[in-house]
């Protein structure tokens, strides 16, 4: 049966303009400018540059409704409010460290040789028949960026007969293999890095200190990696001396033989700042990339095709239609101006609050002077948001006088010294790098040590604790610090 009644209930949604909104603040700088250039290409009424001046009659556009047609469902807009009369729109009255003769110039970039065309090369001066050809060419393609070939040699024997069509042993794979491990550079071809390494030992010049090299690498290669020298002393009767002079040959060898030449076909990242922190007489002073505050203003062409229909006589449903599209498309374009607005707004109030919190360490740009701070506090201390907090720390980066830094490094957990005083956890993770570069690398400190040390400092750290901030600093264990 079915039932009449009235609910009362409290909801709170937002709008697809603040969903956008939010959006735009996450975007970093790069990201932003790709953004407003597809809101430029969608949105005709929404230009580019410095708006030229021009005045212009502002009427109440209604007189396309009447009653023998069909309403247009929209607000009535008053052109004042996308078309200003100012040459320099509101938002670009800020400081910025971003000179207007500056040009946008884009870095070209030469195609250059990909590292598999630069082997291929080298096998043709191979005389080779037409199936060892085959499969060198398919051993090739199965090299990584590294240059290793790390799958197992059963597996590419599957590959090459069920792609190829070519059925082969694994004794001819491994000889057409070897004849791949001639190519350069020297360690190309390898299945791992034991491999790569004696590849490169035996194409140098023999010498007392190579052959040692081969002989440790090949016959006790886990004891090498894991340092446990006392056990290759035992087992080649070599002085401290001699094993010394192999760990520099051996230092010397490249174990991503295929880096190399791979890097220099890629295209690095480039990271446009979004702020610049500067000290002027001491105080720090906060400036926004203007590329963050673009010049836009609305079409005139949108106002005088308003007027057009304004004057004409006759009330057409096709300009109706019209009149309706223009409205949407300015209503679009004032809302995505006051949204570079407020982004541009939002972005300054939150670094200009994050700065002062963390003064000291702009001031000195020593780590250690960092303050404990969560997103929370920031949040609290602009009154937004922590999500949006978020949103600016996680992808914009400042320039400061000790280089760009992400944003979101500030950030740290507190912990208490031993005075009961919060302490950042990037001051301790300073602290410990500086230990242990300090350290005698012949008797590296163990956890429990560093420990006790950070104790003694005034830092209280349990040793799980530090072989955590050891991890995420990329130290390793003490046993692989230790040298000769």
Not at 270 to 281: E, G, M, N
């Amino acid at each position: 049966m079915l039932k009449q009644f009235l609910q009362y209930k409290l909801s709170q949604k937002l709008s697809p303009q603040q969903i956008q909104l939010m959006k735009l603040i996450q975007l970093p700088t790069q990201a932003f400018e790709q953004r407003m250039k597809q809101e430029i290409e969608e949105n005709p009424a929404l230009e580019k540059g410095k708006e030229d001046s021009d005045s212009f009659d502002d009427q109440n556009e209604d007189d396309f409704n009447d009653t023998d047609s069909e309403s247009i469902d929209t607000e009535d807009i008053n052109i004042d409010e996308y078309l200003s009369d100012d040459e320099i729109p509101s938002y670009k009255t800020q400081t910025n460290n971003y000179s207007a003769d500056d040009e946008d110039k884009q870095v070209p970039y030469a195609s250059g040789t990909t590292f598999n065309q630069h082997l291929l090369s080298q096998l043709n001066t191979y005389s080779l028949s037409e199936q060892e050809e085959s499969i060198a060419v398919f051993l090739i393609g199965s090299i990584d960026e590294s240059g290793y070939i790390r799958r197992e040699i059963d597996d590419l024997i599957d590959d090459l007969a069920f792609t190829q069509n070519i059925f082969t042993t694994k004794e001819h794979v491994l000889k057409t293999l070897k004849i791949v491990q001639e190519l350069d550079p020297a360690g190309v071809g390898a299945q791992n890095l034991q491999d790569c390494l004696l590849i490169q030992l035996k194409r140098k010049q023999e010498t007392p200190v190579r052959t040692l090299a081969i002989d440790i690498i090949d016959k006790s290669f886990e004891a090498f990696a894991k340092k446990h020298y006392n056990k290759i002393f035992q087992k080649f009767g070599c002085s401290e001396d001699a094993l010394k002079n192999v760990i520099a040959e051996i230092e010397k060898l490249n174990p991503k033989p295929g880096g190399s030449f791979v890097g220099n076909n890629k295209i690095a990242e480039q990271i446009v700042p979004d702020f610049t922190i500067k000290i002027i007489d001491g105080v720090l002073e906060l400036t926004l990339n203007n590329r963050n505050a673009p010049e836009l203003h609305v079409s005139a062409e949108y106002n005088n095709m308003l007027k057009g229909y304004k004057d004409s006589k006759t009330k057409t449903k096709s300009q109706k239609d019209a009149v309706l599209f223009i409205k949407q498309k300015l209503d679009a374009a004032k809302w995505f101006i006051d949204a570079i607005k407020q982004r541009q707004q939002t972005l300054l109030v939150t670094m200009n609050a994050i700065m002062h919190y963390q003064e000291e360490f702009f001031l000195t740009g020593d780590e250690r002077k960092l303050k404990p701070m969560i997103l929370k506090d920031i949040a609290e201390k602009i009154n937004m948001d922590i999500s949006t907090v978020s949103r600016v720390a996680n992808s914009k980066y400042v320039t400061t006088p000790y280089g760009t830094k992400l944003i979101k490094e500030f950030f740290s957990e507190s912990m208490k010294n031993d005075q009961g005083e919060d302490v950042s956890t990037r001051e301790i993770k300073k602290i410990l790098e500086t230990v242990v570069a300090e350290e005698n690398k012949k008797k590296p400190f163990t956890d429990d040590r560093l420990s006790e040390i950070l104790k003694e400092k005034g830092y209280p750290i349990a040793r799980r604790t530090i072989a955590k901030y050891r991890e995420q600093l990329d130290i390793p264990v003490a046993r692989l610090r230790k040298k000769l």
